[in-house]
Nanobody, 131 residues
Framework: QVEEVESGGDLVQAGGSLRLSCKRS????????LAWFRQTSGEEREEIGC????????AYSDSVKGRFTISRDNAKNVMYLQMNDLKPEDTAIYYC????????????????????????WGRGTQVTVSS
């Protein structure tokens, strides 16, 4: 049976809120640095933010800073993405992934991690924000 990893996506009006979850069983969840990404049709996956193994450090892209919050509960093997003040441009499929390290966006608009340092875990969850 395929495990559903990301969940919580829905259709919501602009200004509304959603909380996404990323849950994995059968692994030592707390040993992984984690990140959220999103992707719209025809575009590459965009880094949203990341969280350290114990949750003490988080970093966010400028597009979501101040509106989105990443947290995790290692005892429950789950990471969350709390999304507030949603905008139509937040419409996308949202994915979680294990990454090598959480430092935040590098200068110059470069990718946060090389592709071979990202391990996407699931098929994503759809978030649609209507205007």
């Amino acid at each position: 049976q395929v495990e559903e990893v990301e969940s919580g996506g829905d259709l919501v009006q602009a200004g509304g809120s959603l909380r996404l979850s990323c849950k994995r069983s059968r692994l030592v969840f707390g040993q992984y640095t984690l990140a959220w990404f999103r992707q719209t049709s025809g575009e590459e996956r965009e880094e949203i933010g990341c969280i350290s193994t114990a949750g003490g450090f988080t970093a966010y892209s400028d597009s979501v800073k101040g509106r989105f919050t990443i947290s995790r509960d290692n005892a429950k093997n789950v990471m969350y993405l709390q999304m507030n003040d949603l905008k139509p441009e937040d419409t996308a499929i949202y994915y979680c992934a294990a990454v090598m390290v959480c430092r935040g966006p590098p200068p110059g608009g470069r990718r946060w991690w090389p592709r071979d340092e990202i391990n996407f875990w699931g098929r994503g969850t759809q978030v649609t924000v209507s205007s």
